[in-house]
Structures are given as C-alpha cells and as structure tokens.
C-alpha cells in the first residue's frame, strides 16, 4: 500500500506564533517554538515530529497568516 | 525519505495566494480570523481569474487595511459607506466584480441603513460581512451582534437585554429582502469550515458574475484579544456559544 509523506515549511517572520495550526494537526506534528523566537519577538511554529506529517494540509487552511506551504509525496 | 526530497517544488500541494502580498506583514494580532478570511478571498479571486476586474470596498475597523494586503482594485468607504460606495462602483463599471468587506460594526450598526437597502435594490455586489460580536478596533465594546451575558469594555457585568436590546441578527434581516440571491453564514475555526467558507465565497463571486443580485456571506469570527482569550480558547468559546445564536448555513440561495 502505497503510504503517504508530507512536510512544511514555515515563513518564520511572517509566523505571528498563534498555535492554531498545532491545534489544528491531527498528528501531532508542529509545535511553536519553545526558546527561539522571530525578529518580531513571536514563538513561531515548526515541525517537532516531521515524521508523523501527511500533508493533509489542516495547517495551512486555518493559518491567519499563510505563512505555511505543504508537500506530500506518495512512498510505495 | 528525507525532508530535503519531500520539500521539492513538484511536491507542493499547498502555497500561499499569489494575490496576497507575502511582503507585507499583517497588523491583525495573532490568531485573528481576518487572516484566514483575506486569504480565502485571495485565493477565489486568483482562482476565478478576477483578479484584473475586481473592486474590492475596504470598511472601518480591524480589515480598514484589508486594501494593503490583497493586490486587486480598493476604495476605502467611510465608516458603514461601503455598501453605498459598492452601489456606485458596480453601476458605473457593470462589468466588474465588486465586494464589500465589513465588520460587525460597520455593517450592522453605523452602516445598517446603507446595507440593507443596498442589498432591498438587489445591487449585483458580494458583501463579506465579519461577525465577531465585538468591537475590536477600538478596544472591545459591546457591538449590536455582542451575545446576552457576553463581557466587553462597556458591559463590564455581561449585556442585559432591558439596557442594551437583542442582539441583531442583520444577516437574516437580509435574507428575507427580495434582493438578495445568496445569504449564507459560515465559519473559519476549523479546516472543514474554512473550506466550505471558500466555496460561499466562489459561489458569491459566480452570481456577481452572472448578474443575479446581492449575495451576503456572513462569517462568524473570534476576535481574541477583544474576548480576553487565546487562539484556540476563542475558537473553542465560539463555537460553543456564538452558533447557538448564529448558527452556520445558507439562509436562502435562488437558484
């Protein structure tokens, strides 16, 4: 069965760090930053499990800021 | 596989609009639903190829900066004007598409007057109406939309009913004027809800296109920082009280 892979990538000086999208992620993928922040002084969002990501694209859809790209990949 | 052969060009299933200028940094605060709102319009006029005949009307209140951040044609109206300014617009350029963007302050208080007879005319307008029961520009007072019992700057205490009237539900106001074509109200706190908010908004840009009159997309939004809340904690509070008030669904759509 062909399984699906995907990842993120984050506009960390557009992320204003509002947790939505770790909200939103069914798979528990992206996490704000705990320490590092952007030069705006906001914990912006990353990926702490890449892994786990599906590229189901729930992140981008509910992110205020379309700071959030989605690649998936089919892996047979 | 690595990340590095995930994040190829050919690969990429989600980008941000091209219409929305990733140069500029959006003043709204974190988490605020406006965001999430001027890119789903972003998207449906890039993806309706309207991009060259758009006229958007920009309100007063948090989206008075909307005309920064959405490259398409923009008016600022006076404060509740843009159903007035819209009118004009569409009757003096047919062949443009024209929406209007407001808040609940903007539409349901000072510009009532202008928004309810702009949509009884049936002007051919798309009015994108942003329902977040307060007044969030100026601090957080209590809005025409504000819920019974909800806190703001100025019911400190909750809003009574005997002091401050019912909250007014313009949207289905609207529903019940001849002119309008498509009335709707819908949501962005969930990735289901932001969909099924993009495919309102085509299906308002498609009956301006076809000339059918006023279509009105009502989108019950969070304003966080007014409510004293976090992101999620506000998605979470309007979902559990603001829908029993003003619940989702298209209240009229003629076919």
Known sequence: MAKIKGAVTVNVERCKGCNLCVVACPTDTLSLQANEVNDRGYHYAYMSNPDACIGCCSCALVCPDACIEVYRVKVD | MEIQDIIRPENKVYSAPELLDQ??????????SHGVIHKLLAEVIAEMGLAEKTVGVSPVGCAVFAYNYI??????AAHGRAPAVATAISRLWPEDVVFTYQGDGDMSAIGTAESIHAANRGENIVMVFVNNAIYGMTGGQ???????GQKTATTPYGRRVDLNG??????NLMAILDGTCYVTRQSVHTPANV??????LKKAFQNALDKKGTSVVEVVATCNSGWKMSPEKANEWMAEHMFAKYPLGDLKDVK
Not at chain 2, 23 to 32: F, I, L, S, W
Not at chain 2, 166 to 171: A, V, Y
């Open chain 2, 23 to 32: 140069n500029v940094h959006m003043h709204y605060c974190p988490g605020c």
């Open chain 2, 71 to 76: 490259d398409v044609d923009w008016v600022e």
């Open chain 2, 142 to 148: 209590m809005a025409p939309t504000t819920l019974v």
């Open chain 2, 166 to 171: 019912h909250p007014l539900e313009i949207t």
């Open chain 2, 195 to 200: 969909r099924k908010t993009k495919a309102a």
